[in-house]
């Protein structure tokens, strides 16, 4: 593939030649791509930026000379005009047994430990990428944790990660994450006001999450949460089921949610979360963007048909 590089949108372009949003993929759904590779496919499709997810297969944070290794990628972020936001939901990155282990609840002060030192990482290596922000998430309430412990626990060992994000310049943004201590909009705003409501401290906004859990529609949660966001992740879901599905398998009116975002200002990347689709990551890829630009179009200019499900059509092969 010859990737087609792109400069850096001109903020003085008129606002009638460029889009308002500014969508993204996750590498979470490109894991069987090598991250150069992953990368020059998303410039190559038209893609604003990337969501990467620090990983061993991509920028393992722990393998050595991660600085030049890190430098290596914020060229190539540059030469592709690709922002980019740096995301920390790898699934063993940290323990080969268990999943999102350890997290920032465990009862071992070392465990939770490993897990803010993961974070830290992630804080220097968005800095010297010129990422937008940093994502994180709770966790879950470990067995025998009282709610009050748990809490505290994420409070204290979020606040030198935020001190770092602060000296770094760049956002910590939390997600509300279903199953997790902090799982929703109000979990966040308790979180924020136990430490003070710290100017680092963002929000990660999930819309599937929000579909799934929350009591607002995603585009009111989209308008509520517009004080605090720092980033957004995409993709379908149904109420009640924690479930990452392709543009068109779900249930989410995506026009509405879109104008939301788009009348907030928010400046950040909207990124294509299908971490369990990634044995088709090239495919799913391709068909999301025209799916979210579409949807876009028809919230901001006239009413034009959002393709129904033929986004989200699996190519023949692995569906593991």
């Known amino acids: ?51 990467l997810t620090l990983d061993h297969m991509h920028l393992d944070p722990f393998a050595p000379d991660l600085s030049a290794r890190t430098r290596r990628v914020a060229e190539r972020l540059g030469e592709l005009g690709l922002g980019v936001t740096v995301e920390t939901g790898a699934r063993y990155v940290l323990d080969a047994r268990r999943k999102h282990g350890p997290s920032l609840l465990d009862p071992e002060p070392d465990d939770r430990a490993r897990r803010v030192d993961l974070l830290l990482r992630a804080v220097r290596v968005a800095a010297e990428l010129g990422a937008h922000a940093v994502h994180c998430f709770s966790g879950t309430l470990p067995s ?37 201590l902090l799982a929703c909009l109000d979990d966040f705003h308790r979180l924020r006001r136990t430490l003070g409501d710290p100017d680092p401290l963002g929000l990660t906004l999930d819309i599937g999450h929000c579909q799934c859990l929350e009591p607002l529609s995603p585009a009111d949660c989209v308008r509520a ?91 023949e092969g692995s569906t593991s």
């Open 1 to 51: 593939m010859s990737p087609r590089p792109r400069p850096a949108q001109d903020p003085a372009e008129p606002s009638s030649r460029r889009t308002s949003l500014r969508f993204g993929y996750g590498t979470n759904g490109l894991a069987d791509l090598r991250l150069d590779d992953a990368l020059a496919l998303l410039a190559d499709l038209g893609y604003d930026g990337v969501g």
């Open 144 to 180: 025998g944790t009282d709610e009050d412990t748990a809490w505290k626990r994420l409070a204290d060992s979020l606040t030198p990660v935020l001190d770092a994000a602060a000296a770094a310049g760049v956002p910590l943004a939390v997600e509300p994450e279903p199953g997790h």
């Open 225 to 315: 949460a517009a004080p605090w966001l720092r980033h957004v992740q995409i993709e379908d879901m149904r109420r009640g089921v924690h479930e990452h599905l392709p543009f068109g398998e779900g249930e989410i009116d995506f026009p509405p949610v879109l104008e939301a975002l788009a009348a907030t200002g928010y400046q950040g990347l909207t990124v294509v979360e299908l971490p369990r689709h990634s044995h088709a990551g090239p495919h799913f890829a391709e068909a999301s963007l025209p799916f979210l630009r579409t949807a876009e179009a028809t919230a901001t200019r006239s009413p034009v048909p959002v393709p129904p499900g033929d986004p989200s059509a699996t190519p």
